[in-house]
T-cell receptor, first 115, second 114 residues
């Protein structure tokens, strides 16, 4: 158990719809990262938040947005869904103190299926 | 653009049969190279960080090495429980780069038969 909690674990929806994925980082971690994993693209960085502020952006579509709340949980909002958005969405967090080691603690993911 | 290529895509070994996984990378200013393990239906789990060429890290049956162009994950006398997908990732050192913005390879699916 990494200590990172993601909900829901599975989600099935239709094209054009909007969904929200939720993530609670490990206790004490200020950074939250969102990654998308698909069969053809592999694991791709979407966005990072640190203590409520956006820190870095990857290849995140304009239809996607995220935020981190004062209690440090984060939400990833996906709108106008397309078939190609079907994927596993992972949240990760990292320690906020000490030397950066590259260790990200990943949740178990939210599997999104768009029909 | 940072690129990570892993080979082979899949590897089947007999228990006890040692082998190596390869990770070739192209990045401007390597800040770190990372190995993760991913079990089916789970999130990736951190294994190692390598910062510079010549560095080596070991953990149980796994040993990671790094050169200026590639990294190897050596698996000695593997057991069935070592079966997983092994992911390699890099972080570039460009100014302002997020520490958590990793570029991952496609992974190597390792299966160890008893």
């Amino acid at each position: 158990d990494s200590g990172v909690t993601q909900t829901p674990k599975h989600l099935i929806t239709a094209t054009g719809q909007r969904v929200t994925l939720r993530c609670s980082p490990r206790s004490g971690d200020l950074s939250v990262y969102w990654y998308q994993q698909s069969l053809d693209q592999g694991l791709q960085f979407l966005i990072q938040y640190y203590n409520g502020e956006e820190r870095a952006k990857g290849n995140i579509l304009e239809r996607f947005s995220a935020q981190q709340f004062p209690d440090l949980h984060s939400e990833l909002n996906l709108s106008s869904l397309e078939l190609g958005d079907s994927a596993l969405y992972f949240c990760a967090s990292s320690p906020s103190r000490g030397r950066w080691t590259g260790e990200l603690f990943f949740g178990e993911g939210s599997r999104l299926t768009v029909l | 653009e940072d690129q990570v290529t892993q080979s082979p895509e899949a590897l089947r070994l007999q228990e006890g049969e040692s082998s190596s996984l390869n990770c070739s990378y192209t990045v401007s200013g390597l800040r770190g190279l990372f190995w993760y393990r991913q079990d089916p239906g789970k999130g990736p789990e951190f294994l190692f960080t390598l910062y510079s060429a010549g560095e080596e890290k070991e953990k149980e049956r796994l040993k990671a090495t790094l050169t200026k162009k590639e990294s190897f994950l050596h698996i000695t006398a593997p057991k069935p429980e070592d079966s997983a997908t092994y992911l390699c990732a890099v972080q570039a050192g460009a100014g302002g780069t997020s520490y958590g913005k990793l570029t991952f390879g496609q992974g190597t699916i390792l299966t160890v038969h008893p």
